[in-house]
């Protein structure tokens, strides 16, 4: 599904991924752990082609192709979504309709054809019954006035309906209280499936009592430092990351 | 390159899309200001004495006056005598569509704006000023059923002269400002429209002004009349070819509603914005547009879409004289590549309980500058008089500017005002956040701006909401999808 084979990237000019590897296949379900500045959303962005953010050596591959090269809306329509760490406010907007233009560039992008208004409605009201969210926020824009738990169960809503094939949660822990972590959790174990893969990046443990790893990474300094399976999130609750610095 | 900044390059490589000249014979005055040019536009008009009077009265104050300077636009000093006062196609008095040069007709197919089918479909009827003289009027018939006057603002002179000489200058006075005044002195034609006590205008009444003549200024007079309970709603729009020489534009619309009278007023301006890398060319429209609400319970709105031209002064206003009478003010600006506009409006409440509400909504891109200036007056007999103001702008790219200037003069107490303005830009995150559902810069940027201005756009008449948006996607276009 993706492979990242000695990825050196950076923003401005800055080396900050110091050649990562990383491979999943799948169905998985990766996690990344490491500190701020680690370089954990580095990654992130450089796997969805964030303009600022250049590689320097090294390749991702997503089913095989380099994706390098690829537009951020390329890559998006080829199945990788991320969850934002920080979902972006559209004023003016509306929920809707954004996400029934994404859904239909996606569509479309498939040789399939656009839902209309009415299909996309019946559509979107199943998806946020998943996410215990309002029908009212649909009338909202996008994001705006949302508070930090509803702009994540907004990602988790557009991960939903857009069905990706590579799924990146970028710290979606963050600002969410337990109740929200649960809907968010649940939300994506019922996404899970054979073919499906996430990376989720964290800082935490938390988010992964509720979504549990096949794979934990240590990120460290661009690098990933140190993999193992779920328990290995639970030995770094426990001893945090300084034994596993050089 | 940032994304954003080749979006930003992109529109600037496009051209104006409606740049094209059309080949008719023109009867054209040479270029020149003076007594005897005013007394040949008011001879070939056929007009009565006190109106030449009213002209050359109006000319001889604009001599003293000063071009105002104010404004934040900046162009090259104009030349009032090296332009042309006067500019007719040669065929005059049309009873008919099939008597229209064909050549006219083909440039309002090239625009998108067939006069028959906007006839048959639509139910608007068009009254199409060309290059000064109205060429051809249709539904003429059925709006003399219903007893509205709508034509040309010449016949209107000849057939309702009482009217005109009661209403003309009585809202814009040819002394209010330096534009006013030299339109007053050369204005060739125009808009007229009556809506007699108690008529509720059948149809939308709709003009397409066109500038067709090389250094031909457009001195347009518009004058719309809504006596007691009487409605209407009145569409402008305009296009221009392509240009070298700066061409000026000073028209001068009064609107006067009487008691329980609603006149809306809206306009979707996509006028020739100048050559896209220098700016070059490009229409001048300094503009007087100011309605007065006579009396009580009457109503005027304006609804502005400004695309086009490189420099535009216009500030649409209403005087809310009439107890409990309302003013509205609805824009969306969009200034692009070297485009700048000082826009905005003039709320002046006189009577009790008057009411104004204005939108505003500005968009830049590439090295556009754009003013909103506002003006809200309280005097000291409106009692409870209310404004609302909203002034947002946008910017798209690091080149371009938005300004505010709200002006708020409050004279009695029990005023209730309210002020909000925003900035913000389509930023890289925004367009990094669509990207990353699938959906392209081009596409986010229509999506964002049209949202922007979605407050605006639903105060436009259905058939002129979506001529505004294919509008704008011209003078945007890279930049909106």
Redesign the interface.
């Given at each position: 599904m993706l492979d990242i084979k000695n990825l050196h990237a950076g923003v401005d000019g800055k080396e900050i991924l110091k050649g990562l590897n990383l491979s999943i296949k799948p169905g998985e379900m990766h996690a990344i752990m490491g500190r701020n500045g680690s370089g954990k959303s580095t990654l992130a962005n450089v796997i969805?082609?964030?303009?600022?953010y250049t590689v320097s050596k090294g390749d991702i591959l997503f089913a095989g192709d380099s994706i390098l090269d690829w537009?951020?809306?390329a890559r998006?329509?080829a199945g990788i979504?991320?969850s934002?760490q920080y979902?972006?406010v559209?004023?003016?907007?509306?929920n809707t309709?954004?996400l029934k233009?994404?859904l239909n560039?996606?569509r479309k992008?498939a040789g399939k054809k656009g839902l209309d208004a009415a299909g996309f409605l019946k559509l979107i009201k199943e998806k946020l019954i998943e996410v215990s969210m309002d029908p009212k926020y649909l009338q909202r824009?996008v994001n705006d006035g949302f508070s930090g738990g509803e702009k994540k169960r907004n990602e988790i809503l557009?991960m939903l309906t857009?069905e990706p094939t590579l799924a990146i949660l970028d710290e979606t822990d963050s600002g969410l209280d337990i109740d929200a972590l649960k809907i968010v959790a649940d939300g994506v174990n019922r996404y899970r499936n054979a073919d499906r893969s996430f990376l989720v990046i964290t800082h935490y443990q938390r988010l992964l009592k509720y979504i549990e790893p096949d794979f934990v990474h240590v990120l460290i300094d661009g690098q990933i430092v140190k993999s193992g399976g779920k328990e290995l999130a639970l030995e770094l609750e426990e001893k945090g990351y300084n034994w596993l610095e050089s | 390159m940032?994304?954003e900044q080749q979006v930003i390059d992109e529109s600037l490589k496009k051209d104006y899309a409606y740049g094209f000249v059309t080949d008719i014979e023109s009867e054209t005055l040479p270029p020149g200001l003076n007594d005897d040019v005013i007394r040949t536009i008011s001879a070939i008009k056929e007009e009565p004495e006190w109106l030449l009077e009213w002209r050359l009265k109006a000319y001889r104050h604009w001599l003293k006056m000063e071009e105002p300077k104010w404004a934040k636009v900046v162009y090259p000093e104009i030349d009032y005598q090296a332009i042309s006062y006067f500019s007719a196609p040669k065929k005059k008095e049309l009873a008919s569509l099939d008597e229209v040069d064909p050549e006219l007709l083909a440039t309002y197919t090239k625009l998108g704006i067939p006069l028959e089918e906007q006839k048959m479909l639509s139910g608007v009827a068009v009254d199409a000023v060309f290059d000064s003289v109205s060429v051809a009027t249709t539904f003429k018939e059925e709006l003399k059923k219903a007893g509205v006057i709508f034509g040309s603002f010449s016949e209107a002179v000849k057939n309702y002269p009482e009217l005109i000489k009661k209403y003309l200058g009585s809202v814009v006075p040819y002394t209010d400002n330096y534009y006013a005044a030299l339109n007053s002195a050369v204005f060739t034609d125009g808009s007229f429209v009556y809506i007699p006590k108690g008529v509720k205008c059948p149809m939308e009444l709709s003009t397409y002004f066109r500038i067709n003549e090389a250094n031909t200024g457009q001195f347009e007079r518009t004058l719309i009349i809504a006596e007691e309970g009487s409605h209407v709603s009145y569409l402008e729009g305009c296009t221009a070819p392509q240009r070298d020489e700066n061409q000026l534009h000073a028209a001068v619309v009064e609107l006067v509603a009487h008691k329980d009278a609603t006149i809306k007023y809206s306009t979707v301006q996509n006028w020739y914005p100048g050559h896209p890398e220098t700016g070059a060319g490009g229409i001048y429209n300094f503009v007087t547009k100011r309605g007065i609400c006579l009396e009580e319970n009457s109503h005027i709105s304006w609804t502005q879409v400004e695309t086009g031209s490189a420099v535009t002064w216009k500030y649409p206003s209403c005087i809310l004289k009439g107890d409990n009478s309302v003013g509205e003010f609805y824009s969306v600006a969009v200034t692009n590549n070297h485009q700048q506009a000082d826009t905005g409006t003039k709320m002046i409440h006189l009577g009790k309980n008057t009411k104004s509400t204005i939108i505003s909504k500005g968009i830049s891109a590439g090295q556009g500058q754009q003013t909103y200036r506002g003006e809200v007056k309280i005097m000291k007999g409106a009692e409870n008089a209310r404004n609302f103001s909203q002034c947002d702008s946008i910017l798209i790219g690091e080149k371009c500017g938005a300004h505010t200037f709200p002006y708020i003069d409050v004279r009695n107490p029990t005023a209730q005002m309210e002020h909000e303005a925003t900035t913000?830009n389509i930023g890289?995150?925004?367009l990094?956040?669509?990207?990353?559902?699938?959906?392209?810069?081009e596409?986010a940027v229509s999506?964002?701006v049209?949202?922007?201005c979605?407050d605006v756009f639903k105060e436009l008449p259905m058939e002129f909401a979506v001529e505004a948006t294919k509008l704008m996607e011209v003078s945007l276009e890279g930049s909106i999808g």
């Open positions: 969805t082609g964030r303009e600022d537009s951020p809306e998006s329509l979504f991320m934002f979902p972006v559209i004023p003016g907007v509306n309709y954004f233009a994404a560039a996606k992008h824009a557009q857009l | 940032s994304n913000s890289e995150d925004q990094f956040y669509c990207n990353q559902r699938g959906i392209s810069s596409d999506m964002i049209n949202g922007f979605k």
